[in-house]
């Protein structure tokens, strides 16, 4: 049984078609990044999980159960814009929250109180909302989300209106939820983010799925069947790539500015190479390294692929 399965989820507004065949399967008890260019389905895949949106097609379950307005009881949502009245007392919105989960006063007391502490907001409770900054009121709406113990949290762009500090913070505190095993389904543009937090990601791209599954099987995978690359910075990278392009374990090379991309199949003997040509060819170098194997890579190269594919 997972947190979230979808089947051939489908959305259409008028003659677009936001949602293609949207099929997702997140295991309960994980952090599981939901990842898309902007306009790639995430906010309305979201929407119709939560209900908030009726699906043109498919099936949708939480925990085994079918997605009605009762299984909202088991979610709590912070959505990528959160907008408050600016008059009401930041204890009283909490109060307000418990009451629409049902807890008793007594419960709901204690768990603002710990939330507010949790987020960052302790001391700030008898405040209105309105002298609370963008970054503060994020925090206030993570902490709505947490209220009344839900089982799975949904996060759309947990991280924005903070700043660096509070990013860092906001992250730290998504792992810490994991760990007390509420699964967190979160959606974000920024892939460092993403990686930090979650063990499973999905990848969406004009309302399909391209990819999903647990991010260090991803990852293996993404490495196994690609070529070693070294990115390569001279001060003439056009004489360099006249010399690279007579090597016969250079498969690609590909330039941006001054930046080299270059695909090998020995990346050892590039190495032991480079040196001699830089001397033999009078080249300044700057950069020598291997593209950092991460998560943008994995989406870039997803995405890459993708549009290589419907051309």
Not at 18 to 44: D, E, F, M, Q, R
Not at 184 to 211: K, M, T
Not at 230 to 236: C, G, K, L, R, S
Not at 257 to 286: A, F, M, R, S, Y
Request: charged share 25%; with cysteine; glycine share 10%.
């Amino acid at each position: 049984m997972y947190a979230i399965e979808t089947d051939n989820l489908k959305k259409v507004f008028g003659t677009y078609t936001a949602l293609k065949g949207i099929s997702l399967k997140v295991p309960k008890g994980v952090c599981y990044g939901l990842l898309g260019l902007n306009g790639a389905g995430k906010t309305t895949t979201i929407k119709c999980i939560l209900g908030l949106l009726r699906p043109t097609g498919g099936a949708i379950t939480v925990f085994g159960e079918k997605r009605t307005i009762k299984t909202n009881r088991y979610i709590g949502y912070l959505p990528e814009r959160v907008e408050y009245d600016k008059h009401v007392i930041i204890r009283d919105f909490l109060a307000y929250v418990g009451l629409l989960n049902l807890l008793p006063k007594k419960e709901i007391r204690k768990q603002t109180e710990e939330l507010l502490e949790f987020v960052g907001l302790g001391g700030w409770g008898d405040s209105p909302i309105g002298t609370l900054s963008a970054g503060m009121k994020q925090r206030l709406g993570f902490a709505q989300s947490l209220m009344g113990n839900p089982k799975l949290i949904i996060l759309d762009e947990p991280t924005s209106n903070l700043d660096p500090v509070g990013r860092d913070e906001m992250l730290h505190k998504i792992k810490t939820v994991v760990e007390q095993g509420i699964t967190v389904f979160v959606s974000s543009h920024i892939l460092s983010e993403i990686e930090r937090v979650s063990d499973h990601i999905g990848i969406i791209a004009d309302g399909h799925v391209l990819v999903q599954g647990a991010l260090n099987d991803i990852r293996r995978e993404t490495e196994r069947t690609q070529a070693p690359k070294v990115e390569i910075v001279v001060n003439n990278p056009s004489k360099l790539i006249s010399v690279l392009e007579d090597i016969n374990y250079i498969t690609n090379i590909m330039r941006s500015d001054l930046n080299i991309l270059v695909e090998t199949q020995d990346i050892d003997q590039l190495g032991k190479d480079i040196p001699k040509i830089l001397v033999e060819n009078d080249l300044q170098l700057i950069k020598y390294s291997p593209p950092v194997s991460g998560l943008q890579e994995i989406f870039l190269k997803i995405m890459e692929e993708t549009a290589y594919a419907t051309r």
